[in-house]
T-cell receptor, first 118, second 114 residues
């Protein structure tokens, strides 16, 4: 399977615990995006990397959230001191400059990690 | 103001009929792009079609076409000859200018009836 993969697919945690999610993009893609999707809504942008550089962060990304892409390949999204409002699907997407049906802006999404905070 | 508006929360369509999913957008940028994604119950977002703001012709991909009306800021998705497997959530989305992030609408849940 050469698509975007995310791990774990499901995570249940207690309020106040820390969680970390992993995203492995399509190998030749240099751009990686994180989105959050709550029930009944469309995905909302959180942050984006080009190679290992984090180029943009949404105001949704509070100081409890941190994302890294240390070698420009896989990325991790960590949430510290989780709150019930963090319960959502966390989607990762990857893309590359210069190609695809949608030109340089096409993004391929992974299956998501569903987080439930109890 | 909402950047992407999808006014149809849900739609029921008979199999083999054509269906139009509505989308209007709001931007002051001259350069932008419009996307449609499908999200089945499994949760994965599947890219369907893309229209750049400078593209003169409406985008088509198989049974999907995007009815782009720039003056009306409308980017409706047309699915021809609907199939049971088309039942899913459909999201209209936009990127603006040189910005790389995608802004999504709230989606339309499409049900195809046998």
């Amino acid at each position: 399977d050469t698509g975007v993969s995310q791990d774990p697919r499901h995570k249940i945690t207690k309020r106040g615990q820390n969680v970390t999610f992993r995203c492995d993009p399509i190998s030749e893609h240099n751009r990686l995006y994180w989105y959050r999707q709550t029930l009944g809504q469309g995905p909302e942008f959180l942050t984006y990397f080009q190679n290992e550089a984090q180029l943009e962060k949404s105001r949704l990304l509070s100081d409890r959230f941190s994302a890294e892409r240390p070698k420009g390949s896989f990325s991790t999204l960590e949430i510290q001191r989780t709150e019930q409002g963090d319960s959502a699907m966390y989607l990762c997407a990857s893309g590359f400059l210069g190609g695809g049906l949608a030109g340089p802006y096409e993004q391929y999404f992974g299956p998501g990690t569903r987080l439930t905070v109890t | 103001a909402q950047k992407i508006t999808q006014t149809q929360p849900g739609m029921f369509v008979q199999e083999k009929e054509a269906v139009t999913l509505d989308c209007t957008y709001d931007t002051s940028d001259q350069s932008y792009g419009l996307f449609w994604y499908k999200q089945p119950s499994s949760g994965e977002m599947i890219f369907l079609i893309y229209q750049g703001s400078y593209d003169e012709q409406n985008a088509t991909e198989g049974r999907y076409s995007l009815n782009f009306q720039k003056a009306r800021k409308s980017a409706n998705l047309v699915i021809s000859a609907s199939q049971l497997g088309d039942s899913a959530m459909y999201f209209c989305a936009m990127r603006e200018g040189a910005d790389d992030k995608i802004i999504f609408g709230k989606g339309t849940r499409l049900h195809i009836l046998p």
